[in-house]
Structures are given as structure tokens and as C-alpha cells.
């Protein structure tokens, strides 16, 4: 059975937990405030589709923010999970934004304010990597286990060898969503407009 499946089969957030720890592999782990912690990476997981990524990298913010001001260690990465989607980031890329100490927490973590959620959502946009788990599991999946096994977030360079790949998984994410247009006149459009040097896929 897919992780996805598993994740359709959920009942609690543990289950939610539980399937994305056994389909990563995930050794030396803790279940606590974070909801799952290991010294490369702290997750935050939600036991439906409902919350936004940016909502849940809020609220592991909050365990970060806290862990900077005790002088803690913080993992390299920092990822979000639940039964429809998955985000990884760097932890450097938001560390120097939580040193500065502007945000206005809320009690807890789970009861952020509109102006945490709005200026982690402003400083985080372009730094996460985002995965629909449905279609992109096994993408997902690699790309967590190569950032524990290498210390980075490792994407596939568009080459001539896999642009045809690239074209079709194009036409399948963004074309479908195009109303009026034939999803590869619009996913070809998009490929032939993109800046030079070529861009990096997940």
C-alpha cells in the first residue's frame, strides 16, 4: 500500500505520523511537541488537508523560535506533512529571520497570530519545496531521504535528456488547470518562456 493510501486510511494524526515515519524510513525519532523529530529534520503534521502549508510552517516556526531564544539546537531541515501534501525547507533560510525576534507569537504554536502567520508566510514563499502526495509520493520520498543522506534539498537539472519528462509532468500539473487552452499548447508556452539557464525540478 502507497503512503497516499495510507494517509486516505488515517483516522488520527498519529496514524498521519505513523505512515510518513515508516515511508521515509525515518530513524532515531521523538513524538512530542514537535510532531516529529529527528536531528535532521522536524515535522510538522496535520491529520487532514485543511491547514495551508504556510499555516503549518507557522506553527513549526513557533517550536523553532523557541528553540533559538533556549540557545538549542536547531535539525538542517524543516518539513510539513499531512494526508493530501508535504513541504521541505532549509532551516538556514529561515533562521536569520527568527534571530531578529519581530514576530508576534501566540500562546502556543497551534494559536498563532494573523501577523506570525502573515510575515512567516511573506519571508517563506520562495523557500519551500512542495509535493501534492497523490501524484508526487515518490518524489517526496526521495527528496527527504537525500536531504538526511546528503544535507541538501537535491533537484533534478532540466537537461536535454529529460525534457521531454519534464514537458509531460508540465502538461499533467499546470495545463489540466487551463480552461479554453490545450494543456500542451499552454504547458509548451511556459517551458519556451522560461529565462535561461534552465530551471531545477523536484
Known sequence: MSLYQ???QAKSEEDVKDA????LGLKGYSKNLIDIQTKEIWFE???SG???TYAMFTQLMHYVQQALNKGDEVPPFLAVIDTQKAAIMKSADVIPFLEKKTIKWGKNASGYTQEALDAVS????THFVSFK???????FISTIKNAIKSGDIIRTQITPDNLKQVFDKWVNMIGREIQGVAQE???LLTLCTMALPLPTIT
Open 133 to 139: 502526495i497523490e501524484t508526487h509520493e515518490e518524489e
Open 6 to 8: 495510507k494517509l486516505q
Open 122 to 125: 511573506a519571508h517563506i514563499g
Open 20 to 23: 510518513y515515519i515508516k515511508a
Open 45 to 47: 503534521a496535520k491529520d
Open 185 to 187: 499548447d499552454y504547458a
Open 50 to 52: 485543511k491547514h495551508s
